[in-house]
């Protein structure tokens, strides 16, 4: 019998495979110019699809790592931080 686990997790590398290079787009058009709303929204989907895709592997050191990326764009995406302190 194939063990679920071991499913979910090559379908969790999957798909934070593709998450990751994804960031890595908008991050690059974040460091581009002045920060485009929707450029700060795409990077906050991403981040916390990565955050929640990641709170399901047991003590995944990714979680807290979205979490605190997660925070730092809504900073940005607030006016609270500049862009350039990222």
Known sequence: MTDPYKIFF????????SLVE?????LTALGAGPPAPEVLNALLRGLHSLKGNSSFVPDCPITPLAHAAEEAVEAVRDG???AAHL
Request: proline share 0%; aromatic share 6%; net charge negative.
């Open 10 to 17: 090559g379908e969790f590398l999957d798909s934070t495979e």
């Open 22 to 26: 994804r960031l890595g787009v908008e």
């Open 80 to 82: 609270r931080v500049a």
